[in-house]
C-alpha cells in the first residue's frame, strides 16, 4: 500500500504508471482497476439539509477529478443517488462520454461486482462512510477506516489481477 501527498501532475503520472504496469501484467491476467473517491465539498449552509449539492471549492473539486482521472479510458462510472456524488462525478462522466449508474452502498454483493467488472476501469464515488467499506469489500479485508467528514482528497485505486489483489489510498488536494 502506498499512502502519500500528490500534486495534479504527479497524481497524473503516477495513476498512467500503475495503468502500463497493469497493462502489462494483463497479458496473463484479465485485471480490474476501481477508483474510488469521496463526493467533493458540500454546502454546509443548512445542517438539516440531507440532500446538498457541491459548493464552489467542490465544484472546482469534480473538475480536478476528472483532470487526475483523463487518462484513464474508464468503463463505467457509479454514484450514489444524491446531488453530491453526481456532481462530482459529472465532469468525469461528460468528458469520457460514460453515463452515471446509481448504486445504493447497502446493497453491494462485492463478490458479483468484482466478477461483473473483471477487466474494467471503474470509478465510485460516494460518501466518507461508504467508500473505504466499498474498498474493503473489494480487498476483502478490514483495511481502510471512515474518512474524516472535511475530507474530501481521498483517492483509493485498488487493482485485481487474477488472485493478486493492490491498493493504495493517494490524498489529492
Not at 5 to 15: A, G, P, T
Not at 56 to 61: A, D, Q, T, V, Y
Not at 102 to 112: F, M, R, V
Not at 134 to 156: H, P
Request: charged share 25%; net charge neutral; hydrophobic share 35%.
Amino acid at each position: 500500500m502506498v499512502t502519500g501527498k500528490m500534486d495534479l501532475n504527479s497524481m497524473r503520472n503516477f495513476i498512467i504508471s500503475i495503468f502500463f504496469l497493469t497493462s502489462f501484467y494483463s497479458y496473463s491476467q484479465e485485471c480490474s482497476s476501481f477508483y474510488l473517491i469521496r463526493h467533493a465539498e458540500k454546502l454546509r449552509i443548512d445542517k438539516t439539509e440531507r440532500n446538498p449539492k457541491l459548493n464552489e471549492k467542490g465544484i472546482l473539486r469534480a473538475e480536478k477529478w476528472e483532470e487526475v482521472l483523463k487518462n484513464i479510458n474508464l468503463d463505467k462510472i457509479y454514484s450514489t443517488n444524491y446531488y453530491r456524488t453526481i456532481e462530482t462525478a459529472n465532469p468525469t462522466s461528460k468528458s469520457q462520454n460514460i453515463d452515471i449508474t446509481i448504486y445504493s452502498p447497502s446493497n453491494i454483493d462485492y463478490k458479483n461486482f468484482k466478477e461483473i467488472h473483471k477487466g474494467k476501469k471503474v470509478l465510485i464515488v460516494g460518501h466518507s462512510n461508504t467508500i473505504p467499506n466499498f474498498v474493503n469489500g473489494l480487498i476483502e479485508k478490514n483495511f481502510y477506516d471512515q474518512i474524516d467528514d472535511l475530507n474530501n482528497s481521498n483517492l483509493y485505486l485498488v487493482n485485481i489481477c487474477g488472485d493478486i489483489v493492490s491498493h493504495q489510498l493517494l490524498f489529492i488536494e
